[in-house]
């Protein structure tokens, strides 16, 4: 679950992460008695959950209610980057002497948490990464040791931050690790940390993502999930319990298991298409869940075929045909399906399937031969209806 960025300041400060003071605003009105509480020069930011909004006009510093004003007026309810705002942060502006990155998040081929640290703040990491990688100070973490104060000393030296604010630069990283792992966090980024010109060392801003596994841990993130947007197929899937993730392409996908639906993903790239989601209806699925799996494939108007992939185990291919069979009696398909079905009960699946083919129903014995015929019927741009 991605947080805004104002409540990943919020969290940073719980854990004794400085940062600006701030208040959050709904309407013009609020903005300004938020400014006016904190003095002037205040920062109003739009709180969307996308990069970019400096240049795209989400970032403004405003000097007078009159500013506050307007810099609201002209952000909220309007779309930056695509997204609505429907929130704003209003902080107090600081004077910045020096701006840095830092960032923990997981190093899946070292098994093992990763701390990067970089003086080129503001900037993108990835360009960064690109231009100069020698800019970039990384640290492994033992998730049993964790991250120590001489730990972040060295990233700090290392990365070639001022030294004159080195203490308070790995006070600041110790306190980003404590979020990152107390908080069961997938990603904790700050880019800038600032130094102040008074020697002030602060995060302006917070890129948070929390680990969703997690939250039978952590129910006060119930608050926080109340502020998240989802577009409809992610908040139909949420509805029906399912592991849902919204791409943008044109061959809907639902497997069993992330690691098959991931492969899945592969195979439709690698045939020439492109796959509209990522959809793992679980190990067990029913003909429930099928049907509720393939409503919310078809919710989504790009999609112009729908690839099943089930390989059975704890899941029976026979269920999983029933569901795609009710699933054509009980939801207005778009486009047609094409279904591959390998393992537990498998045969009784196919002869299911193909007492029901059609031009909207078809079953391919392979996984490639499956996301070919997809990828071509996707292509075709036929629709059903």
Known sequence: ??????????????????????????????????ADTLGYPVVVKAQVQVGGRGKAGGIRVATDAGEARSHAQAMLDRRLRGHVVRRLWVERACDI???????????????????????????DIETVAEEDPAAIARLHVDPLDGLTTADARLLVEQAGLDLRAADQLAEVLVGLWKVYSEADAELVEVNPIVVTSDGGVLALDAKVTL??????????????????????????ARAHGLNYIGLAGTVGIIGNGAGLVMSTLDVVNKVGGTAANFLDVGGGAGADL?????????????????????????????????????????????SPI????????????????????????????????????????????????
Do not use: C
């Open 97 to 123: 002497d020096a701006e840095y990155y830092a960032s923990f998040t997981l190093d899946r081929s070292a098994r093992l948490h990763l701390a990067m640290v970089s003086s080129r703040g503001g900037v």
């Open 290 to 334: 099928v049907a509720a799996a393939l409503e919310v494939v078809n919710s989504d108007p790009n999609v112009r075929a729908i690839l099943v992939n089930i390989f059975g185990g704890i899941t029976r291919g026979d269920q999983v045909a029933q569901g795609i069979v009710e699933a054509l009696s009980r939801v207005d398909l778009r």
């Open 1 to 34: 679950m991605d947080l805004f960025e104002y409540q990943g300041k919020q969290l940073l400060a719980r854990h004794g992460v400085a940062v600006p003071e701030g208040a959050a605003a709904d309407t013009p009105e609020e903005t300004v008695a938020a």
């Open 211 to 236: 680990d969703e596994s997690a939250f039978y841990r952590h129910p006060e993130w119930d608050d926080l999930r109340a502020f998240q947007v989802l577009d409809e197929r992610e908040r139909l």
């Open 338 to 385: 094409v279904v591959r079905l390998d393992g537990t009960n498998a045969v009784e699946g196919r002869a299911i399937l193909a007492s029901h083919q059609s031009d909207r129903l078809v079953s391919e014995p392979t996984m490639l031969a499956a996301a070919q015929r997809a990828v071509d019927l996707a292509a075709s741009g036929v629709p059903l209806r």
